[in-house]
């Protein structure tokens, strides 16, 4: 495990997480990171993805308004910010590095080559 997740937990549907994802200087420098999800059962999909190259984001249909992914280069950090949470948003969240990810592959998991141990998030109607 190259990357370490944090930030997870239980929360009212409507209510607000911020999750971190810390990175050596090595793997922070690479181009694309990601917030991937998995629910129970369901396969691990792409939440968000952040370039380093343009600071540029993707997000899935499903987040978009309501999640925002930045980076802190001081400290080597990604970050995802979760709002008006919904019970479906519950999912074990990992985050995720590559070199060459990019708009057109960035929810694709077979792209990243570094990833964390994943931070559960619960969500409660």
Do not use: H
Not at 3 to 26: E, F, H, I, N
Request: with cysteine; charged share 20%.
């Amino acid at each position: 495990v190259q990357l370490q997740a944090s930030g997870g937990g239980l929360v009212q549907a409507g209510g607000s997480l911020d999750l971190s994802c810390l990175a050596p200087k090595r793997i922070f420098s690479m181009n694309a990171f990601a917030w991937f999800r998995q629910a129970p059962g369901k396969e691990r999909k792409g939440v968000a993805c952040i370039y380093n190259n343009d600071n540029g984001a993707n997000y899935a249909d499903s987040v978009k308004g309501r999640f925002t992914i930045s980076r802190d280069n001081a400290k080597n950090t990604v970050y995802l910010q979760m709002n008006s949470l919904k019970p479906e948003d519950t999912a074990v969240y990992y985050c995720a590095a590559d070199r060459f990810a990019n708009s057109g592959s960035y929810d694709k998991t077979y792209e990243y080559d570094y990833w964390g141990q994943g931070t559960q998030v619960t969500v409660s109607s």
